[in-house]
C-alpha cells in the first residue's frame, strides 16, 4: 500500500516572506526517496484557530502528516499543544528530553531558561525523536491510521532529524525495504535527457527513474521497493547499469554531493593541488571549493584577474597577447592557466575568462561566451561556452565553473575532453 | 478594510521537492509590504481535483488568491482552466498576448509550436497582466469579494510580473495608497534590534515597524497607509528620523539590495577600485562584488590565498611574519591587504584571515575567529570576529566578507571603525 503525505509548516515569519519553506523542499525530496507521495503541502502562522483547521483538513487527506516548526520554547510554539489536542492526547513530560536539553546548554556554556523545559512534553504514547542537533525534540505517533509526526523548523535540525529519526520510522510503515539510488550527470540538458528517457521512464513502475534538474546539471534517481535491502539493491542495478552504458562518461558520479566534492575527492586521491585564474567567475570557482570542509589540502589558491592589468603582472599574461586577442579568448584563458599553475605552484589550473553579462563586452563578445581552460602537467584544454543570454548573469557564471570542475574530473580520470 | 490572501502554488515539481516554493516568499514579501495579510501557502500538484478543492477552500478564507504556476503551453498546465471553471467564466482568446508570445520566439530565434497558443487563452472579463519577461501571460478578476490573481510560476517571471503587473492591480484595492521603506543594518543581531524595538513596534498600527533577519543583518520595514502618496511618506519620515538617530552609522542603507552594492555605488562615485585578499573567505568576497553587473568598473581582482605559500609569494607576506604570529592573526591580516593593494594596484584592499570550521585550525585557533582588514591610503584598519561555531563554515564566510565591505563603507563615507 502506498502512503500519501501532507506537510504543515508552521511559522509566521513564512506567511511574513521572511524565509523560504526549505524544510518542504527537502522533506518532498526525502519522501519520494521512501515511495511515499506527498499532495500537499500548506503553511499557516502561529495561530492556534489556523493550525487546527489545516490539522483537520489533513487528517481527512492525508495518512502521513509531517509538521515543521513550533516546538521551540515561546509562547508562538504551538505544534505539539495543538497536534495533541486534535488527536485526543495529553502531553507528558519526557525526562531524557529534558536531561539531553540541560547537557547541550551546558556544552554551548549558556543558561538553560525555565521556558525551555516547554519542549520536553511530548503527546502520551509517542515515539520520542531525540535532538542532538538543537534543543527540541521531535515525535511520531499514529492515531486512527494517520501518521503524524513532528519536527523542528531550522532548517539544519529538520533535515538531521529526518533523515536520523522520520526515515527510520517511515521504513516500518512500508512493506519491504525502499532504496534510492541517485546518478549525477553533467554536459547534457535535463530536457535532452527526459527527451531520451521520457517512454523508459513512464513505463516503469518498480524501479522507478525520475530526472531532477540542477543548474547546468541532472539528477537521475532510481529508487526501488523491495522485500529486503538486497532485492532493492538487484532491481537497481540493472537500471543503473544501463544508464551507466548510455550516458556513459557524462555521469560524473553516484550518491555524491556535487561534481566539486567529486573533484576534491579525485585531488586528494592522487595527491594532487588545484589553483584557479578567474575573470568573469570573479572568485566563485574558488568560493565553490572552499565552500567544502577539508578543500585546505588539494586547493592552493586563486588570482582573480578582474582587469588586464591582474592578468598581466600577477599571472604573466603576456600584454601584447591581451591586445592581440583580447582578453576573452582561448590564447589568455589558456595564459591565464598555465600562468595559475606557476605562480601558485599547483598541479593543476583552471581558468576563466568570458562575458558575464548583462551587457556585451567592450570588443562585442556575445553574452554568455566563456572559455575555460585547464592547464595540466604537459598539457592545456580548453573550452568554449556559448551560454546565449536567457541563463543570466548567475547562471553562466555558475555553469562556467562547473565546465572546469569537469575538465579537471575528466583529466584526472583519464578521459579525454568532450569539446575540443 | 484590511485584505488577507492565500497563495496557492500548482506544480508537482514542487511536491517532489525538484525546487522550493520561493514564489510564496517573494509575493509574502511583497504582499506585507502592500499591508496584506497572508494567512495561508498552500503547494498542490497539477492535479485538476487537488487543485479545485484547494481552491474552493481559499476562497471560504481570503478575498485575494494568488495562483502561482501551471499557466504554460503543456497539457499539465491547468491553473486557467480550474479557477475560470471554479469562478463560472469561459475561457476567451486574447488576441494581444498571441501576438506577444510570436513576438517573444522571433526575438529568441526559435519557432513557436502550436500549443503555445493555449497560453493565450484567459478568463472572460479578467484584466490581463501582459508579459515581458516570458511567454505566459498573467490575469485578474474579481467575483463575489474574492479576488483571483494567477502569475506564472518560473521565478524571475514571477516577481517581474508581481512588480510591474500585480501591485498596481493590488494597490487600486486599498483605500488610499501604502508605501514601505527598508532601512539595512549591519553590525546589530536581528534580537537586538528586535529587544531594543518591541514596545515600540507592538504598539505602532500605522505605520508599522518589522524587522526582517538576513544573515548577520537586519532588515527594517516601516509600512504606511495615506490617503495619497505624499501623506503616507509624511507618516514613514519620522520613524526614519527617529531609526536613524537610534542607529546612526550602523544603518547603511534605505531601500538599497545590499551592502555590497552600496560599496559599489560608493566606489563608483569617489572614482576608487577594491582588490581582495581572501584567506578563509576562500573567494567569498570578490565572488559577491562581482556578482553585480557594474563591478568591473570599480574592481580589479583578487588573491585567494589558501596556503602560506601563495600568501608569501603573490601577496608578499613575510614568511618569518607567517611563522611568528601563524596565518590567522592580525599582523598577517594587515600584511595580506597591503600586500593585495600592492600587487593589485587598488586603492582599497580588503583582507580575512581566519578559521572557517568545521575544525580548529594547526594552531588551535577556534572557530569563527576571523581577522579582517582593510588596507586604504595611509591607514590600515583591522577588526576581529568571533563569531563562534553554531554560525556553521558557510555563515563564518559569509559574515566576515560583509564585516570587509562594512569597513570600506565606513571609511570611504569618512567613519570610524567600530571595533579597533
Known amino acids: 500500500m502506498s502512503h500519501s503525505a501532507e506537510l504543515i509548516a508552521v511559522g509566521t515569519e513564512l506567511l511574513l516572506g521572511e524565509i523560504a519553506n526549505t524544510d518542504a523542499q527537502m522533506l518532498s525530496q526525502g519522501l519520494s526517496a521512501l515511495g511515499i507521495n506527498v499532495y500537499y503541502h500548506t503553511v499557516v502562522g502561529d495561530n492556534p484557530q489556523r493550525l487546527r483547521a489545516a490539522v483537520e483538513l489533513a487528517r481527512t487527506r492525508a495518512d502521513v502528516i509531517i509538521t515543521t516548526g513550533g516546538l521551540g520554547p515561546t509562547c508562538d510554539d504551538l505544534t505539539k499543544n495543538i497536534l495533541a489536542e486534535?488527536?485526543?492526547?495529553?502531553?507528558?513530560?519526557?525526562?531524557?528530553?529534558?536531561?539531553?536539553?540541560?547537557?547541550?546548554?551546558?556544552?554551548?556554556?549558556?543558561?538553560?531558561t525555565e521556558n525551555n523545559y516547554q519542549q520536553a512534553y511530548v503527546p502520551e504514547g509517542a515515539e520520542v525523536f531525540q535532538n542532538d542537533w538543537g534543543t527540541a525534540p521531535g515525535c511520531a505517533f499514529e492515531e486512527g491510521g494517520v501518521h503524524v509526526l513532528m519536527l523542528p523548523g531550522p532548517p539544519g535540525e529538520c533535515r538531521a532529524m529526518f533523515r536520523h529519526r522520520a526515515v527510520p520510522y517511515l521504513r516500518r510503515l512500508s512493506q519491504g525495504v525502499i532504496l534510492s539510488r541517485s546518478l549525477r550527470l553533467f554536459g547534457l540538458g535535463e530536457s535532452a535527457v527526459e527527451a531520451e528517457l521520457r517512454d523508459e521512464m513512464n513505463a516503469m513502475t518498480n524501479p522507478t527513474l525520475a530526472p531532477y534538474a540542477k543548474i547546468g546539471e541532472v539528477e537521475l534517481r532510481i529508487t526501488a521497493r523491495g522485500a529486503d535491502e538486497a532485492a532493492a539493491q538487484a532491481l537497481i542495478a540493472p537500471v543503473e547499469e544501463e544508464l551507466r552504458e548510455r550516458f556513459g562518461s557524462l555521469i560524473y558520479g553516484a550518491d555524491v554531493d556535487s561534481l566539486e566534492q567529486v573533484l576534491l575527492e579525485l585531488l586528494r586521491d592522487r595527491g594532487l593541488t588545484l589553483g584557479t585564474a578567474e575573470s568573469c567567475t570573479g572568485g566563485l570557482t574558488a568560493k565553490r571549493m572552499t565552500d567544502l570542509a577539508g578543500s585546505s589540502a588539494v586547493f592552493r589558491g586563486?588570482?582573480?584577474?578582474?582587469?588586464?592589468?591582474?592578468?598581466?603582472?600577477?599571472?604573466?599574461?603576456?600584454?601584447?597577447l591581451l591586445d592581440r586577442e583580447g582578453a576573452v579568448s582561448?590564447?589568455?584563458?589558456?595564459?591565464?592557466?598555465?600562468?595559475?599553475?606557476?605562480?601558485?605552484?599547483?598541479?593543476?589550473?583552471?581558468?576563466?575568462?568570458?562575458?558575464?553579462?548583462?551587457?556585451?563586452?567592450?570588443?562585442?563578445?556575445?553574452?554568455?561566451l566563456v572559455y575555460v581552460a585547464l592547464a595540466a602537467p604537459g598539457e592545456t584544454r580548453v573550452r568554449v561556452l556559448r551560454n546565449g543570454p536567457t541563463r543570466g548573469r548567475s547562471g553562466v557564471r555558475h555553469i562556467a565553473?562547473?565546465?572546469g570542475f569537469d575538465m579537471a574530473r575528466r583529466w584526472l580520470t583519464g578521459l579525454p575532453d568532450r569539446d575540443k
Open 330 to 368: 582561448e590564447p589568455v584563458a589558456r595564459a591565464m592557466a598555465e600562468g595559475a599553475r606557476r605562480v601558485l605552484g599547483c598541479d593543476l589550473a583552471l581558468s576563466f575568462t568570458g562575458v558575464a553579462g548583462p551587457d556585451r563586452d567592450d570588443r562585442g563578445n556575445e553574452v554568455g
Open 86 to 112: 486534535c488527536f485526543g492526547r495529553k502531553l507528558v513530560y519526557n525526562a531524557e528530553a529534558a536531561a539531553r536539553m540541560e547537557d547541550f546548554f551546558r556544552r554551548i556554556g549558556r543558561p538553560m
Open 302 to 320: 586563486g588570482v582573480v584577474s578582474y582587469t588586464n592589468e591582474v592578468k598581466r603582472d600577477v599571472l604573466g599574461v603576456p600584454q601584447d
Open 401 to 403: 565553473a562547473s565546465h
